[in-house]
């Protein structure tokens, strides 16, 4: 595996294997990597040659009060697990690679930027859609790997990518989750052994709202308080938000149709954690449940 420091190398390495006619999958990360992150990278294996993966901590996607000085860093590490899984190049730029003296430019998504995530880290968006955006431009990807985890960025993303007539093609991945239900994050790290075992209050309110489904329920002010009651049995949990969403718009939806996601933002002790849950809906269809609140089908 080469790991790469320069925008410029970077762009020659994938120029010249675009001319050979080779298909590049690109992954982007911000580093702690986690199996969340490598099931990405092992969809992108599959399907693509070479494989880029970028680590870069984005100063762009933190607010003033944000962890951006603590967040998990662990290079050496993420380093060795992409060279176990045959990756083809890890490009890991500066701060000062990736926005030089005189950097001006952002991307804003209206709209879709504006709530939810948005409303409670504002410029959060704008950053993730720049620098997302110049990776892209940088790597030229076929395809890019991204996780559904983090639902209202992959539809920022999605937007960007359609508006701007991005040539890669953005793919979806599932939320990778720990035996006990938590969906796998950088941020798990800083859960102390009590706020670890607290924050699976997130997948069992999501689950109390796909039980609620699975039995027939379509209100979503039902469903959310399903959710909220659930969140309020844990001491350590602090409620940000748990809405029921349109999937396309991240409007708030009275009763289910179409695509939706339940959506929570929850702070365990001074950690935030978020979480999702995919409900699709089609007429004349029966209700479909499993064992994991990921996906309901109705």
């Not at 991307?107 to 709530?115: I, K, M, P, S, Y």
């Not at 309110?205 to 979503?220: K, T």
Request: net charge neutral; with cysteine; glycine share 6%.
């Amino acid at each position: 595996m080469e790991v790469i420091h320069t925008v410029e190398w970077m762009k020659q390495t994938a120029r010249q294997a675009r001319a050979e006619g080779r298909v590049i999958g690109f992954v982007p990360t911000m580093g702690a990597l986690h199996a969340g992150h490598l099931s990405l990278v092992e969809a992108a294996r599959r399907e693509t040659s070479p494989v880029v993966i970028s680590i870069f901590v984005n100063p762009k996607q933190f607010g003033p009060q944000e962890d951006f000085a603590k967040y998990p860093r662990s290079f050496e590490n993420d380093q060795e697990l992409l060279e176990k899984l045959g990756v083809d190049f890890l490009f890991a730029p500066s701060a000062e690679e990736m926005y030089p003296a005189g950097f001006r430019t952002t991307v804003n998504v209206e709209g879709l930027a504006d709530r939810l995530e948005g409303r409670a880290r504002p410029g959060h968006f704008r950053g993730v859609a720049t620098v997302v955006l110049k990776l892209l431009e940088i790597i030229g990807p076929r395809f890019a790997y991204f996780g559904r985890k983090d639902a209202q960025q992959l539809r920022v993303i999605r937007q960007m990518a359609a508006d701007l007539a991005l040539d890669a093609e953005i793919v979806t991945c599932p939320i990778v989750r720990e035996p006990d239900g938590l969906a796998m994050s950088s941020r798990n790290a800083y859960l102390s052994p009590a706020e670890r075992r607290a924050a699976t209050v997130l997948y069992r309110a999501l689950d109390s709202a796909r039980q609620a489904i699975a039995g027939g329920e379509r209100d979503a002010a039902r469903l959310t308080a399903a959710m909220r009651g659930v969140l309020a049995t844990e001491p350590l949990a602090a409620l940000d938000y748990a809405e029921v969403v349109d999937a396309d718009t991240f409007e708030a939806v009275t009763f289910l149709r179409g695509t939706c996601f339940a959506l929570l933002a929850v702070r365990i002790g001074a950690t935030r954690l978020i979480d999702n849950m995919l409900i699709e809906t089609a007429s004349n269809a029966p209700v479909r449940t499993d064992r994991s609140p990921d996906r309901c089908s109705l």
